[in-house]
């Protein structure tokens, strides 16, 4: 985690990963003999980038949370 960020900063970080993973992914499967190699490579790419974004920028703390007692 890259600790509390502010909502511009990720959604850049998310769109930096998706879009580094999907041109990683179509550039490897660029190199096999598949016609449609190029495809599938971007769409895995594409998830695992929003997998690393998501991985990123979610919070692991576990805090607390308030709760409310109704008494009768």
Request: glycine content about 10%.
């Amino acid at each position: 985690m890259l600790g509390p960020l502010p909502q511009l900063h990720r959604w850049l970080l998310l769109t930096t990963a998706l879009v580094v993973g999907l041109a990683s992914g179509a550039w490897i499967a660029h190199f096999t003999v598949l016609p449609v190699a190029a495809t599938v490579g971007a769409a895995f790419g594409a998830l695992a980038g929003v997998l690393l974004g998501y991985v990123l920028v979610h919070d692991w703390s576990h805090r607390p949370r308030p709760v409310r007692v109704h008494r009768h």
